[in-house]
């Protein structure tokens, strides 16, 4: 079943003494927000409107509801220590206070603890990122997917393409401000790079619980991991993280795909009558870009995972806001989805090195 919108989102509200719920309808490139009396709430429509994920959050609870391709309800719980805000222009919550050490030591933010302008679309790339990683992180342990972590057997996360470890570092942070014991470990290609951010570790004190490589995705020494992450590794790095995580068996993986040069490179004549969307420039990039993400997301599918595309951050920040969110439950493929496959790559004329890069 379509859906009218990609998202909604619903809250209570106070306006002029009056509790009320504030529906926010999403399309993905505009929010419209609409306020209801709790009688005129439309529930019935919603229910029967065809998505398949609702997520409630209460102030000491947390419920996410999946419907599978059968249409099976799955349930699952968390604990959550949120504060109700009836305010109706309230000011979005910050997931990472701006003073932490570990922003300023990074670079996001300056002595003041104020982000500096010039990474802002940085720092919120970041927390958006994270917004989606603790509760996915949640339901999968809760399914069964990711196990569950103790102080003595720690999470380990894999940054993969870590750069200058924004995200590192606030996914260590962040996860351990949750109760969340992790071993985080980023890997990059640059040595400068891993001395920069193992020297940064050391300064923060927490060396212990974050470390460093220098080494090739493709290549890296770590063999195993309970989360793999990476935000906007360039081109074929994505596929490099995605092949280092699908190869591993890594259970869950978060990828914010950056720019997609080989796939586009390999577009020579479109197939009719797309001829009509790649003759314009940047219709061609974009279309390359679906294309590229549609096979990445079918080749993990074929290994077994549950994968889906979603928005994490407005455009407004990045261009390069979708992620690919990943869960290995072990699923096999059907022949439908191989032959899709196949038709999509032979129709296109081109070849994903994803392909050449998995154990299949």
């Known amino acids: 079943m379509d859906v009218a919108h990609e998202r ?24 419209t927000t609409k306020n209801y009396l709790p009688d005129e709430l439309p529930f019935l429509e919603l229910a029967q409107s065809g998505y398949a994920n609702i997520l409630v959050e209460t102030t000491s609870e947390t419920l996410a509801l999946r419907f599978s391709k059968k249409g099976q309800p799955l349930l699952t719980r968390g604990k959550s220590e949120g504060q109700q805000i009836l305010s109706h222009d309230r000011k979005k919550e910050r997931l990472l206070d ?30 958006e990122f994270l917004r989606l990683l603790v509760p996915t992180l949640n339901e999968a342990m809760n399914a069964g997917h990711v196990r569950i972590p103790t102080s003595e057997n720690p999470l380990k996360i894999v940054d993969l393409g870590c ?22 470990i980023g890997i990059d290609v ?14 923060l004190g927490i060396e212990s619980s974050i470390e460093f490589f220098a080494e090739e995705i493709a290549s890296a020494s770590v063999e195993e991991a309970d989360v793999a992450i ?35 490179a390999q577009i020579k004549i479109a197939p009719e009558p797309w001829a009509l969307i790649t003759r314009h420039g940047i219709m061609r990039e974009r279309l390359g870009d679906l294309i ?19 928005e994490f951050i407005g455009g407004v920040h990045t261009p390069r806001n979708l992620m690919i969110r990943a869960v290995k439950t072990g ?28 154990n299949r």
């Open 8 to 31: 909604i989102d619903i809250r209570p509200v106070e306006i002029k003494k009056n509790i009320m719920a504030q529906m926010t309808y999403s399309d993905g490139r505009a929010m």
């Open 98 to 127: 701006s003073s932490d050490a570990f922003l300023r030591e990074v670079g996001i933010s300056d002595k003041s603890g104020s982000i500096k302008p010039s990474m802002m679309d940085k720092y919120l790339q970041v927390e």
């Open 163 to 184: 750069g200058h470890a924004y995200l590192t570092f606030a996914a260590h942070q962040y996860l351990q401000a949750h109760q969340i014991p992790v071993k985080v």
């Open 190 to 203: 640059r040595e400068s790079s891993r001395v920069r951010n193992n020297q940064i570790a050391q300064k």
């Open 230 to 264: 990476a935000l906007h590794a360039c081109d074929t790095a994505t596929d490099d993280a995605i092949a280092w995580a699908v190869n591993r068996n890594v259970p869950l993986a978060l990828f914010a795909p950056c720019c997609h040069h080989d796939i586009q």
């Open 292 to 310: 590229t993400d549609s096979l990445r997301i079918q080749l993990m599918k074929l290994q077994g995972y549950r994968v889906e595309a979603i």
């Open 331 to 358: 699923a096999q493929p059907t022949a439908d989805d191989e032959s899709q496959y196949r038709s999509m790559i032979e129709l296109w004329g081109v070849k994903p090195v994803l392909e050449g890069k998995l």
